[in-house]
């Protein structure tokens, strides 16, 4: 990946980004995504998605155990990184991987309702 | 046969910019009523839902109507929705941008329609358990929150309010599943006593003007109605009030006010009467008049019932001004009608009307002249629901701060003796760091520790509290945050 881990990550006071490079690549998420930081996550998820396509990835895995809550201009950002995917040629495209906690019910209830954009593209692992 | 391409090319720009307007209208819904938005909103989705089916694309026709239940549902609420709520509805938009992205002709591919209208189907049964049965009206639902009957009286609620500022904190500062247990306290408390935003408008009285039509039809009068109610945004309980008064009002206007048109012109007057409905936020709160140009209100049989009710003596009646002898018609079970019929006289009416008003810590009165009509006045307090402040974060406080708007933030000048460590004070951490930063008001001053500098912006008063509480909570956007009283610290 052309980017620096630390280049690819955001600490808020209570929301924390992290990118782990590995094969796959790992995204933690941790905290509360709210607006604030909705602008900074949207800009995360564009440069990761530049550098995974650079480095021709096949999957990103996403962690959101430690993820308490998520609002919908924070999701629009994950929504709106999943179809720059969508939109790419089929050879191209990366796999979505969610690591969840399924003890939260808005990530039960937002990851079926978003694996529904792209079932090809998106598992749930709990 | 397929559509033309350039048809189906119009379509998709129109659809996007419709869509891109529901989304501003929608997130505009959430900070702060207007019936503009809300006009926006659903003109919009109708419109592009009519669109798709007329051009033959069922998947986006089949997530608008959802789209369309879901806004339903938060018009319902007074657009008063929880996080899930609105990450389900900029869901559906998202999803409907990706239908109509998709390129012509093709398959749905990885697309799950039905999955995704499980989903929403999901939610709208969770969301409106009271809504059940209830038909779309299509076009002008009022522009309120359902008033659920389990809210609390006001006093009580002044009480509650230190206990949900509490729970708010205790909920926010809370990991795992503590705090999906809070929330959901929270969440009831909010439910219980918050703040229910309305909008009193032509879209929720005008009921009442075909209902003042149609009963002087059944009476023999002939009636205009000028109807101005204005537009404010205001809570359900002052709506409720307001909506009360225009249906009492009005009636009695028709019904003792305005004269058969035989008496009209034998009095000089056109035959057909007029009742005026004007309404508007003024200083002192929302203002209504309901005035009619009928007879007067006829004060001698006012007293003279009052007597055969036993309400006064004939000896006080005689001495009775008009204000008293109105105050007596305001009361419980008063009619001049001795026997009730289907439009009066059962003395229910301005009693009610004046009950749902006081408690509101408003006022009602009214001027009445001998033949030439009644204007009766509602003046009621509007609670402010929006309020300036400064928006702070401190470390260890999972939540924004907001500093009342009455303080300045200050720059530079000797750092005040009290620096505030926030956290430490709401015992929700182990202290904060960062700058002081200075705010004054009159001569009193304090500093708080702060990650960076506050920033301006207003905040929607989400659970009122009385002045002694710590603060009170307010959402910035659809994040919430507890504006604090620093003097209370």
């Known amino acids: ?126 | 046969m397929g559509l033309p391409e350039e048809l189906v090319v119009q379509f998709r720009g129109v659809a996007l910019e419709r869509l891109e307007r529901i989304e501003s209208a929608w997130a505009q819904m959430l900070i702060a009523l207007s019936e503009e938005s809300s006009s926006i909103l659903h003109r919009e989705i109708h419109t592009l839902k009519g669109e798709s089916r007329v051009l033959g694309f069922t998947d986006i026709n089949l997530v608008c109507h959802k789209l369309e239940d879901l806004v339903e549902v938060a018009r319902a609420r007074g657009y008063a929705v929880d996080e899930d709520f609105d990450l389900t509805v900029n869901m559906a938009l998202r999803f409907m941008g990706m239908l109509v992205r998709k390129r012509v002709g093709s398959q749905l591919g990885g697309i799950d329609l039905p999955g995704f209208v499980r989903q929403i189907d999901q939610i709208l049964t969770e969301a409106r358990p009271e809504l059940a049965g209830r038909t779309r009206t299509g076009n002008m639902l009022p522009l309120t929150r359902t008033v659920i009957s389990t809210r609390v009286p006001s006093a009580l609620r002044e009480r509650l309010a230190p206990i949900a500022v509490d729970t708010f904190v205790e909920y926010a500062s809370a990991k795992g599943n503590k705090r999906n247990r809070l929330r959901a306290s929270w969440h009831s408390l909010r439910e219980l006593i918050g703040l229910q935003r309305a909008l009193v408008g032509a879209g929720q009285l005008t009921k009442h003007k075909s209902g003042a039509l149609s009963l002087a039809r059944e009476l023999g009068k002939q009636l205009e109605v000028v109807f101005e109610p204005g537009t404010a945004e205001v809570t359900t309980e002052v709506l409720a009030a307001i909506d009360v008064a225009v249906l009492h009002l009005v009636r009695n206007a028709v019904d003792h006010g305005i004269e058969l048109p035989a008496a009209r012109e034998a009095a000089g007057k056109p035959v057909r009467g007029k009742v005026r409905i004007r309404g508007g936020m003024r200083d002192e709160g929302f203002v209504l008049t309901v005035s009619d140009d009928g007879r007067g209100i006829q004060f001698d049989r006012v007293r003279s019932r009052a007597v055969e009710l036993g309400m006064v003596t004939r000896g006080n009646a005689e001495t009775l001004e008009h204000d008293r002898l109105i105050d007596l018609m305001c009361q419980s079970g008063f009619s001049t009608r001795t026997e009730a019929n289907e439009v009066s006289g059962r003395g229910v009416g301005l009693d009610a009307v004046r009950a749902g008003i006081v408690e509101l810590g408003g006022t009602l009165l009214a001027k009445s002249v001998d033949n030439e009509g009644t204007t009766w006045t509602i003046t009621i307090p509007v609670p402010m629901l929006t309020v300036h402040g400064h928006v702070v974060r401190a470390s260890g406080v999972p939540f924004p701060l907001v500093i009342d708007g009455s303080w300045r933030a200050v720059t530079g000048g000797p750092a005040p003796q009290q620096v505030i460590d926030i956290a430490s004070a709401l015992g929700v951490g182990t202290g904060s760091s960062g700058s002081p930063f200075k705010f004054a008001r009159g001569n009193q001053e304090f500093a708080l520790l702060c990650e960076r500098p506050p920033t301006p912006g207003q905040v929607r008063r989400l659970v009122a509290s009385p002045p002694t509480a710590l603060g009170e909570i307010v959402a910035i956007d659809s994040i919430e945050a507890l504006l604090l009283r620093p003097d209370r610290i």
Request: proline letters at 3%; one cysteine or more; charged letters at 25%.
């Open chain 1, 1 to 126: 990946m052309g980017a620096t881990a630390e280049e690819l990550s955001i600490r808020e006071l209570d929301f924390a980004a992290e990118v782990h490079a590995g094969d796959p690549t790992e995204l933690r998420l941790v905290g509360s995504a709210d607006s604030v930081i909705a602008d900074s996550l949207g800009i995360l998820f564009g440069k990761l998605h530049q550098a995974l396509d650079a480095s021709k990835a096949r999957a990103i895995v996403i962690d959101m155990r430690s993820l308490e809550f998520m609002n919908a201009s924070a999701f629009n950002a994950l929504v709106t990184w999943l179809g720059l995917v969508n939109e790419m040629p089929p050879e191209r495209r990366y796999q979505f991987r969610f690591r969840s906690n399924p003890d939260i019910m808005w990530q039960r209830r937002s990851l079926r309702t978003l694996s529904c954009f792209a079932t090809d593209l998106i598992t749930v692992e709990t």
